[in-house]
């Protein structure tokens, strides 16, 4: 008998297995051991010395100030900070919706910081999905019309495209609303069907800045948990910008913004079966 740990070589594709006994200590290769929470570090996102410096009449702004970090694929990531310290301006640039001044990001192992704008068009499309505070929805659009609407950009056929969105829509919980104008929703609905539009396209990294900042406080845990779980369940990377601390200490890790440099990257310890209350 003895303890058995496990860790990762570094490609973190093989999972070794240690047996240490009292005075013993032996070590095994096993090809797929169960290896949580190490599994599948797969770097999606990689951000190197990233500055957004805007220039306000002579003075110059540093919105980002020398940002470096990577986050992995399945991972649920939460950029955390008081107002004014960069978090917008960071989710933009990871996104793709605004270019660096200076430095590097890698998505999926494109530079995108290279990218001209229709290159970036078509980037944005294929890989990235966006949740909004407001949740951006066309209030004379049902809501099978609205979570269709990027995969009409795709030249999906509209009958596949329902049927696409139908799935994504019962998905978070709107069986019943789904022929509803968005204009006749409450909020909470609302965001699911902003939740089930940016999953329609299946994109490997969700984008989600302040997503429960409209709505009150039940349906935040209801919204956050789902999106955690769904992002889960299919692999998926999410990252949410909040300025809540207490929102951010449900993601996988949290990382601290202030004055547009990242001070502490904090990993959070969830139960598998853990519930958010
Ligand atoms: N277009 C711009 N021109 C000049 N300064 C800007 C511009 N956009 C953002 N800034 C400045 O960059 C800094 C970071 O702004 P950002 O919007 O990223 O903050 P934030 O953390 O998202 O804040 P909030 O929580 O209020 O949304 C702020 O000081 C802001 O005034
Ligand atoms: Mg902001």
Redesign the pocket.
């Known amino acids: 008998m003895g303890v058995v740990r496990y860790s990762h070589d570094e490609t973190g594709s093989t999972a070794v297995r240690y047996r240490e006994g009292t005075g013993l200590s032996e070590r095994k290769e096993e090809q797929g051991a169960v290896c949580s929470p190490l599994k599948e570090r797969v770097p999606i996102i990689q951000v190197k010395n990233l500055y957004?410096i805007?220039k306000?009449g002579e003075t110059k702004?540093y919105?980002l100030g020398g940002v470096d970090f990577t986050m992995y694929r399945g991972e649920f990531c939460a950029i955390v900070?008081?107002?004014?310290?960069?978090?917008?301006?960071?989710l933009n640039m990871l996104a793709g919706l605004e270019k660096p001044s200076r430095g590097e990001i890698v998505i999926d192992k494109i530079h995108i910081e290279k990218m001209k704008e229709n290159e970036l068009v078509a980037f944005r499309r294929a890989r990235v999905g966006f949740i909004f505070q407001s949740y951006n929805l066309l209030k004379t659009l049902n809501a099978v019309e609205n979570v269709a609407l990027p995969l009409s950009f795709r030249g999906m056929p509209r009958r596949k495209r329902n049927e696409i969105a139908r799935k994504y829509l019962k998905l978070v919980g709107l069986e019943k609303q789904m022929n509803h104008m968005a204009n006749a929703m409450s909020g909470g609905q609302q965001q699911r069907v902003g939740i089930a539009r940016a999953l329609a396209v299946n994109p490997r990294i969700i984008f989600a800045?302040?997503p429960t900042g409209n709505l009150d406080s039940k349906t935040t845990m209801e919204i956050l948990k789902l999106m955690r779980r769904i992002v889960r369940e299919q692999n998926q990377t999410l990252v949410m910008?909040t300025?809540d601390n207490h929102l951010a200490s449900y993601a996988d890790r949290q990382f601290h913004?202030v004055d547009?440099k990242i001070f502490k990257i904090e990993e959070c310890r969830h139960d598998e079966e853990e519930e958010i209350k």
Do not use: R
């Open positions: 957004k805007y306000v702004v919105a900070g008081p107002s004014g310290s960069g978090k917008s301006t960071l800045d302040e910008v300025h913004i547009g």
